[in-house]
């Protein structure tokens, strides 16, 4: 008898707990934007993120405590300012990354080393790569990384706000004229943005349109000659980025071409780099400045859009 009930307590121990068997069975696969699969047993709780537009992301989805690493230049919201860094979204130091132990590393599709991202993974550390050259990618971005989580409410609730803000301006101006526009990024070389950047999309949703929206690249390299041609109504500039970058730093230049538009009838904007460069939830802060810079007439109506008042 003693022996029998040796074996059913020796059974019982080898047997799964109830917890462990529901784990098992709720294994979830996610797929990225290479079309890579990342199984989870549970949610992750380690996350580093390489990118600073995830970064803010994870903020405003309440997931920015679960942050044990962030790439440079990520210090919005604040409580990630005091984090360890790991290398540029475009160059990642694997060595910190891996110390970190991390449940799961997130990675922009336009910046993220393959061969990085490949060491990565056959270390077995997840890594998700996520594109955003689209406005439906970064709210894509924001219910994929709610649903990995386990923050559904919380990224349902901020892409709900945000579709609904951007739809609202966007359909405001849509039918208005489109003064034609010039993002003047760097000068040596002159570099803009195309249609793979969603700074494109930014433009063209805002009320304008973008003069090198044609040109199949994310931030192509152009010559002044080309701009001449497509002569701009408006220069757009960043702010943040450095003197030179900025448009103080860049006017000099431009000032030098009158038979532009845009030089002639002195027509500039200058937005926050910070704002207008991270495809990331401030986005549609972006779209708001632009559309009111575009058509000044519309100003007070995104302003209560923005307010979420009624227009």
Not at 123 to 147: H, P, T, Y
Not at 165 to 177: A, D, F, G, H, P
Not at 199 to 216: E, M, Q, R, S
Request: proline residues 6%; aromatic residues 8%.
């Amino acid at each position: 008898m003693l022996l029998s009930v040796f074996w059913i307590i020796l059974t019982i121990c080898n047997q799964p707990t109830l917890a462990e068997s529901e784990n098992f069975r709720k294994t979830k696969t996610f797929i990225d934007d290479t079309q890579f699969s990342l199984h989870f047993d549970n949610p992750p709780k380690r996350i580093i993120s390489v990118s600073p537009s995830i970064t803010e992301i994870l903020g405003v989805i309440d997931a920015d405590s679960m942050l044990v690493g962030v790439s440079l230049y990520s210090y919005y919201p604040s409580s990630v300012k005091g984090l360890p860094k790991v290398g540029s979204y475009v160059k990642p130091n694997i060595e910190q990354i891996i110390s970190l132990n991390p449940d799961l590393v997130v990675m922009s599709f336009d910046g993220a080393p393959r061969s990085d991202v490949n060491k990565l993974r056959k270390l077995n550390i997840n890594v998700a790569v996520l594109r955003s050259e689209k406005f439906s990618d970064i709210i894509n971005n924001i219910n994929w990384l709610g649903e990995v989580l386990q923050h559904q409410k919380e990224a349902k609730e901020v892409a709900r706000n945000l579709v609904n803000r951007y739809e609202q301006i966007r359909s405001l101006v849509k039918e208005i004229q489109k003064p034609t526009a010039f993002y003047s990024i760097a000068l040596n070389p002159i570099i803009s943005v195309g249609s793979k950047s969603f700074i494109n999309d930014l433009i063209h949703d805002a009320g304008g349109v973008n003069i090198t929206g044609d040109i199949d690249q994310a931030y192509p390299k152009l010559t002044i000659e080309s701009i001449i041609a497509r002569s701009p109504d408006i220069l757009l500039f960043s702010s943040g980025m450095g003197n030179e970058l900025s448009m103080e730093g860049q006017l000099p230049f431009w000032q030098r071409w009158k038979n532009i538009p845009a030089i002639r009838d002195q027509r500039f904007i200058e937005i926050d780099h910070d704002i207008i460069n991270r495809p990331g939830p401030r986005v549609v802060m972006a779209l708001a400045l632009l559309a009111q810079q575009f058509h000044p007439e519309k100003a007070e109506v995104i302003q209560r859009i923005m307010k979420n008042e009624k227009p």
